[in-house]
T-cell receptor, first 112, second 113 residues
């Protein structure tokens, strides 16, 4: 059974600082997705990573995928308050039917 | 149209009621999904339809009954729910191969009283 774990579960950081969220998964996969969720809202797609070594950047966020280590990272550069949200990674384990299995989530609070 | 539309946005129902959640997409996606999300938890997969056929049921209780009338529509019929079934229900769709990711609807906030 695929397990997807994120670290840390809660992150409080100051504006202007850098930090990284880690996503580890337990079985082979080369399809990993990052989502953002604001309180009471749905999931907003941030990044789609489909191969080993994939790196994508959008604004202050950069995501990478290492399929050999079964690890993805979401790096935050010079955090701003607007980035406060819960971030989920999700893995598609492949097989006959595509599906997403979500990580435990990281609640990010950026303090002024 | 690049959206997944879910209705209603909010639903309050009694334990003896029968209600349905609806999900619609017009992106030509061939896979559609139901997820359940409790507060402060990640979404949990419930059902997957692929080419209008049920391909995954994650051991969901029979009081939840999915239906896929056509490639654009996905329903979730609810009957005799329990208060612990209160949650955010999310619908998603994806193109075959998922190279473009999964698109989620805005969700239905369900409260069972």
């Amino acid at each position: 059974e695929l397990k997807v774990e994120q670290n840390p579960l809660f992150l409080s950081m100051q504006e202007g600082k850098n930090y990284t969220i880690y996503c580890n998964y337990s079985t082979t996969s080369d399809r990993l997705y990052w989502y953002r969720q604001d309180p009471g809202k749905s999931l907003e797609s941030l990044f789609v990573l489909l191969s080993n070594g994939a790196v994508k950047q959008e604004g202050r966020l950069m995501a990478s995928l290492d399929t050999k280590a079964r690890l993805s990272t979401l790096h935050i550069t010079a955090a701003v308050h607007d980035l406060s949200a819960t971030y989920f990674c999700a893995v598609d384990p492949g097989g006959a039917t595509n599906k997403l299995i979500f990580g435990t989530g990281t609640l990010l609070a950026v303090q002024p | 149209d690049t959206e997944v539309t879910q209705t209603p946005k909010h639903l309050v129902m009694g334990m003896t009621n029968k209600k349905s959640l609806k999900c619609e997409q017009h992106m030509g996606h061939r896979a559609m999904y139901w997820y359940k999300q409790k507060a402060k938890k990640p979404p949990e997969l419930m059902f997957v339809y692929s080419y209008e056929k049920l391909s995954i049921n994650e051991s969901v209780p029979s009081r939840f009954s999915p239906e896929c009338p056509n490639s654009s529509l996905l329903n979730l019929h609810l009957h005799a729910l329990q208060p612990e079934d209160s949650a955010l229900y999310l619908c998603a769709s994806s193109q075959d191969g998922t190279n473009y990711g999964y698109t989620f609807g805005s969700g239905t906030r369900l409260t069972v009283v």
